[in-house]
């Protein structure tokens, strides 16, 4: 079984950064592509961004490209999520995703295994 681990959400002032880590541990870990989701409070999980394990291609949703950064290390089982200029509205919890098939990277049906999740809270 593969556990993911998130951490380093927390309070922060819009404009501020924020890196988020997601360690993989358990048998052979060897995803097809690794993803970030959030969920505010009433909403639905949405995509953020994510990363096929192999090749480290990246792709991103609209509402953070040019401000978020993904990124893996395979001799880690990491994956982490660079968050620069956030704004209010980027506040949810945030969990880590693993996909060991090939699916649509964008929706959570697509992900075998999840993390706990970290709160990311941006204050005006």
């Known amino acids: 079984q593969v556990q993911l681990v998130e951490s380093g959400g927390g309070l922060v002032q819009a404009g501020g950064s924020l890196r988020l880590s997601c360690a993989a541990s358990?048998?052979?870990?060897?995803?097809?592509?690794m993803g970030w989701f959030r969920q505010a409070p009433g909403k639905g999980r949405e995509f953020v961004a994510d990363i096929t394990w192999s090749g480290g291609r990246p792709d991103y949703a609209d509402s953070v490209k040019g401000r978020f950064t993904i990124s893996r290390d395979h001799a880690k089982n990491a994956v982490y999520l660079q968050m620069n200029s956030l704004k209010p509205e980027d506040t949810a919890v945030y969990y880590c995703?693993?996909?060991?098939?090939?699916?649509?990277?964008?929706?959570?049906?697509?992900?075998?295994?999840w993390g706990q999740g970290t709160q990311v809270t941006v204050s005006s």
């Open positions: 995703a693993a996909a060991t098939g090939w699916g649509i990277v964008t929706t959570p049906l697509s992900y075998n295994y």
């Open positions: 358990g048998r052979t870990f060897t995803p097809y592509v």
